[in-house]
């Protein structure tokens, strides 16, 4: 695997973008609470990802689904890259969202 200029290996930064894209649909979801929104909005920040668009069809999609989808793409990433600051605290950002009051 090739590192880019920040250290980062591709396939970290592809879990990034994926991770953070159903953060953000998460975070839009009029399904789920304002708290849990601001915490999908949180993580999703928190990866810092080049922004994307976010797949229209992932808003039909229940926002709970989405978070563990996402909370799920992160915890595949080897311990290493888990470890990041930033991704930990997605992590648990999003961990706060599922616990969040709808």
């Known amino acids: ?5 920040d250290g980062l290996n591709p396939d970290l ?19 789920a609470g304002p708290t849990a929104q601001l915490h999908c909005l949180a993580a999703a ?3 810092r990802a080049p922004s994307a ?6 808003d039909a999609t229940d926002p709970d689904r989405l978070v563990e989808q ?3 793409i992160l915890g595949n990433l080897p311990a290493a890259d ?10 648990q950002h999003g961990h706060r969202a599922l ?3 709808r």
């Open 82 to 91: 888990f470890a990041h600051p930033d991704v930990l605290a997605a992590a």
């Open 53 to 58: 668009p976010v797949p229209a069809t992932a």
């Open 70 to 72: 996402a909370l799920r």
């Open 99 to 101: 616990r969040a009051p």
């Open 45 to 47: 920040t928190a990866l």
């Open 13 to 31: 930064l592809a879990a990034r973008a994926k991770a953070a894209a159903l953060f953000a649909a998460a975070s839009r979801n009029e399904q």
């Open 1 to 5: 695997m090739s590192s880019t200029d």
